[in-house]
């Protein structure tokens, strides 16, 4: 059961365009949502989140929208940027079999591959 | 301030044997999660430790799975008699309390020949 689900297994982009990372989730229950950046060999770094009492959050050149009647998340960033190809995650605290909402406690996407081209 | 440290990065094992996995997390976490990862897979988790305790192990497999979190030391996930399907990467984050956002480590990457 894919409670979060990220539909688009890559994407590419020119620099300096606007990249658009999409992410839908089934589970009623998240109401926190964080988006992950990662790049080969190395770990998932947390890029920026949203609780679900807002419907937009903004840090610099990345903003996430979260529509909670269509359950759905996107991740903008503008201008886009060779660095920031990478694989980009969405995911939510809790879900899994035993439920639980602590933050470390994440339930992922499959990732979106961004390759930014310049 | 170091980050959370994985060792090793890679591992190689033969069917059967033993993986120890080993995770310190940041200076003031005592919150540490294991989460695997599949080829062409997102992170899964699999385990929620807090010093001494397990607190949610609801993704770990039932059988030749452990993980510990010693009140010296680092955490261990242990994978005992590995197969092949074992061959992942073994991601460890760690948190100061279970309501902020966790930092992840380099990770573990297993392979079972």
């Known amino acids: 059961d894919q409670q979060v689900k990220q539909n688009s297994p890559s994407l590419s982009v020119q620099e300096g365009r606007i990249s658009i990372l999409n992410c839908d989730y089934t589970?009623?229950?998240?109401?926190?949502f964080l988006w992950y950046k990662k790049y080969p060999a190395e770990g998932p770094t947390f890029l920026i989140s949203?609780?679900?009492?807002?419907d937009k959050n903004e840090d610099g050149r990345f903003t996430v929208f979260l529509n909670k009647s269509a359950k759905h998340l996107s991740l903008h960033i503008v201008p886009s940027q060779p660095g920031d190809s990478a694989v980009y995650f969405c995911?939510?605290?809790?879900?899994?079999?035993?439920?639980?909402?602590?933050?470390?406690?994440?339930?992922f996407g499959q990732g979106t591959i961004l390759t930014v081209h310049p | 301030n170091a980050g959370v440290m994985q060792n090793p990065r890679h591992l190689v094992r033969r069917r059967g044997q033993e993986a120890r996995l080993r995770c310190s997390p940041m200076?003031?976490?005592?919150?540490v999660y294991w989460y695997r990862q599949l080829p062409e897979e997102g992170l899964k988790f699999m385990v929620y430790?807090?010093?001494?305790?397990?607190?949610?192990e609801s993704g770990m497999p039932k059988e030749r799975f452990s993980a510990e979190f010693p009140k010296e030391g680092p955490s261990i996930l242990r994978i005992q008699q590995v197969v092949r399907g074992d061959s992942a990467a073994y991601f460890c984050?760690?948190?100061?309390?279970?309501?902020?956002?966790?930092?992840f480590g380099q990770g573990t990457r297993l392979t079972v020949v």
């Open positions: 200076k003031g976490h005592s919150h």
């Open positions: 430790l807090q010093k001494e305790n397990i607190i949610d």
């Open positions: 995911a939510a605290p809790g879900g899994g079999s035993a439920g639980g909402t602590s933050y470390g406690k994440l339930t």
């Open positions: 589970n009623s229950m998240f109401d926190y």
């Open positions: 949203i609780s679900s009492i807002k």
């Open positions: 984050a760690s948190s100061p309390q279970g309501y902020t956002e966790a930092f």
